[in-house]
């Protein structure tokens, strides 16, 4: 089993709502990821999980804030977006943070922002 | 993406070859990778190559590394008109995996 997999595949919000993006992987991966992709661009790094503990925040706004609640789940809490935050955000995990492992993505949540 | 560079188009016939190319700059990373993301979809691990490796080869793709000039392409033979996609290569640089801007692959029958 190879699979991550985001819930949901797509969603709407206002820009007063309170949603979650999940994402979950069995793959007894020990890092975890938040990306977000923009069209037509290559995912960019928004956060990183080493054994359940934030180790990047790449400058995101506290509209964001993930969660990782355990080693197989990995949440992104989002609150007071912007029409901007529209975008692709996909998950990936990978054995440890270590360069010489690979990464596997999920499908991706598509999130709009109105 | 900006330290790995890629062409963003290329365009062949039902069953030719395709390659694609990348390069990076960072003489350290261990691990490229190539992903292949359908339109609306995630991205999908093709397959990788560690950096003491020159080439791997996994049914229908084939992988060449030239460390010295920090050239990494992907062979697709027999290309398919379901090989149409973003093909994305990337790095894995400490805690960040460093992606191209992709390469749109458009498979003419």
């Known amino acids: 089993d190879t699979e991550v997999t985001q819930t949901p595949k797509h969603l709407v919000m206002g820009m007063t709502n309170k949603k979650s993006l999940k994402c979950e992987q069995h793959?007894?991966?020990?890092?975890m990821y938040w990306y977000k992709q923009k069209a037509k661009k290559p995912p960019e790094l928004m956060f990183v999980y080493s054994y359940e503990k934030l180790s990047i925040n790449e400058s995101v706004p506290s509209r964001f804030s993930p969660e990782c609640p355990n080693s197989s789940l990995l949440n992104l809490h989002l609150h007071a977006l912007q029409p901007e935050d529209s975008a692709l955000y996909l998950c990936?995990?990978?054995?440890?943070?270590?360069?010489?492992?690979?990464?596997?993505f999920g499908q991706g949540t598509r999130l709009t922002v109105v | 993406g900006e330290d790995v560079e890629q062409s963003l188009f290329l365009s062949v016939r039902e069953g030719d070859s395709s390659v694609i190319n990348c390069t990076y700059t960072?003489?350290?990373?261990?691990?490229l990778y190539w992903y292949k993301q359908e339109p609306g979809a995630g991205l999908q691990l093709l397959t990788y190559i560690f950096s003491n490796m020159d080439m791997k080869q996994d049914q229908r793709l084939t992988v060449l590394l030239n460390k010295k000039d920090k050239h990494l392409s992907l062979r697709i033979a027999d290309t398919q008109t379901g090989d149409s996609a973003i093909y994305f290569c990337?790095?894995?640089?400490?805690?960040?995996?460093?992606f191209g801007a992709g390469t749109r692959l458009t498979v003419k029958p």
């Open positions: 990936a995990s990978s054995q440890d943070q270590g360069a010489s492992t690979e990464a596997f």
């Open positions: 793959m007894g991966h020990r890092a």
């Open positions: 960072d003489s350290s990373s261990t691990y």
């Open positions: 990337a790095e894995k640089y400490f805690d960040d995996m460093r």
